[in-house]
């Protein structure tokens, strides 16, 4: 994971210095822009690896450089967003963001996501099928889910609801994404397909169903199953 | 009234050597026709003539009458008496009709006088009330209009029987323009929509319709609501603009006044909290428990004002009334861990242990707004229980309702505290000195478990007893269903 570019794109100096302290110190390089146009270009120039995006830029909204971030790089993309605006996170989500923290934030939250956000990237690329969380294993090749190395059954769209999100470990999935791969786009709006499919998939996967502690619920925006533990990690 | 004039033009008659008198007995037909009507005038003109026969023609003092140019004068008499009697009486009913005219348009001009300044729509409703009272002499009262209407209060509808209100409804609802109906006790009660076009603005009802000319006062009605809904109409486009110019202002300026806080306080305490945060990860740093300790220090206290903000901030939506809940369904005990583990640093000092039922039914509330009274609930239960005492959260549900509670070992709440702790700014006498707080967070909660159709309820036995906060959001008895998967 080291080496990794990350890009930040704030306009307050404060904030880029304790990120740039914070990501170097968890062995990112590390680039700043303050502000959007100079985000899109150092993301061309420097090939980042993640980019780290404030919503308030002065030069134009964070939203847009993100859509036009997305319209040639699959980089992963970590917001930086205010509390009690759950529209505004779904809506970024579903442009292309990996995923999001609420300011204020501690450095370990953003940094978890990074390396999610990260890890899924490798892991699409390296082709490697098992994902791997706490006692939970879902082989994402062979199809196949167990806890403590039991196999466990789940229905057809159990296992996608819970394929889905292990694709994603560690970031957070939308409803509207969920509903729409599992159930199609006239069911965008049942999110209560997916409190009912989420109460039996805990059931089979949580020691706790009622104190889940892998399948994680993101109030007003989507699910989240927590993040892996990297085959090289270093507990934090 | 004949015998009165006949003693007056016969002392006339003696006095003044008058002949001929007959032509006075036309007073009296005069005064019946213009007071009396027209039979009670011919009575006094018949009356007049045999009275002036016996009186003023030869032979005197006898009804007969011998000479032919008296018998020519009497029956002129007759005829002039009968015309005279006719023309007075339906001169009076023309001044009459004239009169009623000319008050109906004094009251139509103060009615549309009363329209044209109206300035709210209650004036308008007030104005439509009176006006037509006055102008049907019958019961009026006006309903509905949502907010818009200030007439016809409850007191005024329960006076109502019930088959009139079940017309009022059948009305409001749309389902028909205007109706008649028989209250049960006799009475005809005529019920339309103060507007043709829309039941926005409410149904007047008026009552003690004579049966025979419910035609008439219908029409009536109509023509006083024709110009009455005109304005309403006019008056509802110019509130709904005003409205929307006055919200788009104050709108401004809060967004304004929010924007400038959130950023100006938060986006300091955003590096002021990342930082502590960096540090206390740095090598040196992390290798010294006391730098640590100040690291976090730092940090809670940089959480503690965040939390501030964001309750002025809600303060602000909360007194603005701009909770506008996003409802969906969710499970209970999601809010709850949500909110425990947003809560999770705070609470390391405290005993945290969680009760919740499985299975409970779905709710369907805006999630993020019960997750944030929840919090509120549980910050207090953090600042007013000691260190190391338990703090029990849990979920359970009761016939109607899921109820979310949190309850402590803490300082509790004295009969009196229990009976204003949602109100605004109110702390306890007993913490405001020792506990820092801002009396926002209950009254916070309250509005927001509220606007879930919620209700929330403290239980202690008293000081230093500790306390239980409940939330108690209603469940629907038909639970969403998810087709089988195949």
Known sequence: MSEALALIVDDEVQIRRFLRAGLELDGFLVEEAENGTEALKLATLKAADIVILDLGLPDMDGSEVLERLRGWSTVPVIVLSVRSNETEKVRLLENGADDYVVKPFGMAELLARAHAALRRYARASAGEPVVKIGPLAIDLAARIVTVEGARIMLTPKEYRLLQILAQHAGNVVTHQFLLKEIWGSPHLHDTHYLRIFVRKIRQKIETNPTQPRMLLTELGVGYRLVAPEPANSVPA | ?486
Not at chain 2, 87 to 108: D, I, P, V, W, Y
Request: charge should be negative; charged fraction near 20%; aromatic fraction near 6%.
């Open chain 2, 1 to 486: 009234m004949v015998g009165v004039t006949t003693l007056i033009v016969y002392g006339l008659t003696l006095s003044l050597e008058i002949r001929r008198g007959s032509a006075v007995y036309l007073l009296p037909v005069l005064l019946a026709g213009w007071h009396l009507g027209l039979v009670p005038a011919l009575v006094a003109a018949v009356a007049g003539v045999l009275w002036s026969g016996y009186f003023f023609f030869s032979p005197y003092y006898s009804f007969f009458v011998v000479q032919p140019n008296e018998i020519v004068n009497l029956t002129l008499f007759m005829v002039v008496a009968v015309v005279t009697s006719h023309l007075a009486n339906s001169m009076k009913q023309q001044t009459e009709l004239a009169r009623k005219r000319e008050k109906e348009m004094g009251n139509l001009y103060a009615f549309s006088r009363r329209l044209a300044v109206a300035s709210s729509a209650a004036d308008i409703y007030h104005a439509i009330a009176e006006h037509l009272a006055n102008l049907v002499q019958r019961k009026v009262v006006l309903f509905g209009a949502g907010a818009l209407a200030t007439q016809g209060g409850a007191s005024e509808q329960a006076l109502l029987s019930e088959r009139v209100r079940a017309a009022i409804a059948e009305i409001e609802a749309g389902r028909s323009p205007a109706s008649t109906v028989e209250d049960g006790a006799g009475d005809v009660w005529f019920v339309r929509r103060v507007s043709e076009k829309t039941a926005d603005f409410g149904v007047i009802a008026i009552g003690s319709v004579p049966a025979e000319n419910v035609e008439e006062v219908r029409q009536r009605v109509d023509e006083v609501l024709a110009d009455a809904a005109a304005t309403l109409e006019r008056l509802d486009v110019a509130r709904v603009l005003n409205d929307a110019r006055m919200r788009s202002e104050t709108e401004l300026l809060r967004e304004a006044l929010i924007g400038s806080v959130s950023h100006e306080l938060r986006t300091p305490l955003a590096s002021i909290l990342g930082a502590a945060t960096v540090l206390s990860k740095s090598p040196g740093i992390a290798a010294d428990e006391r730098l640590t300790s100040l690291a976090s220090v730092v940090r809670d206290e940089s959480e503690r004002l965040n939390n501030d903000i964001q309750n002025l901030l809600d303060a602000t939506r909360v007194s603005r009334k701009q909770i506008t809940p996003r409802q969906e369904w969710i499970e209970p005990q999601d809010i709850v861990n949500s909110a425990l583990e947003r809560r999770r640093r705070r609470l390391a000092s405290h005993k945290v242990a969680l009760d919740m039922e499985t299975n409970l039914p779905l709710i369907y509330v805006d999630a993020v707004l019960v997750e944030q009274a929840f919090v509120q609930v549980v910050d207090n239960a953090a600042k007013y229980s000691p260190a190391g005492s338990a703090i029990i959260l849990g979920a359970k549900r009761n016939s109607r309702h899921v109820v979310l509670s949190v309850r402590d070992a803490g300082a509790g709440l004295t009969a009196e505290e229990n009976g204003h702790i949602y109100e605004r700014f109110f702390r306890g006498e007993r913490h405001a000195a020792t506990t820092p707080g801002s009396g926002l967070g209950l009254w916070i909660a309250q509005a927001f478990v509220h606007a879930n159709g919620g209700k929330i309820e403290a239980v202690s036995a008293g000081a230093d007893c500790g306390t239980m906060v409940e939330i108690h959001l209603p469940f629907a008895a038909t639970q969403p269903e998810v087709a089988p998967d195949e």
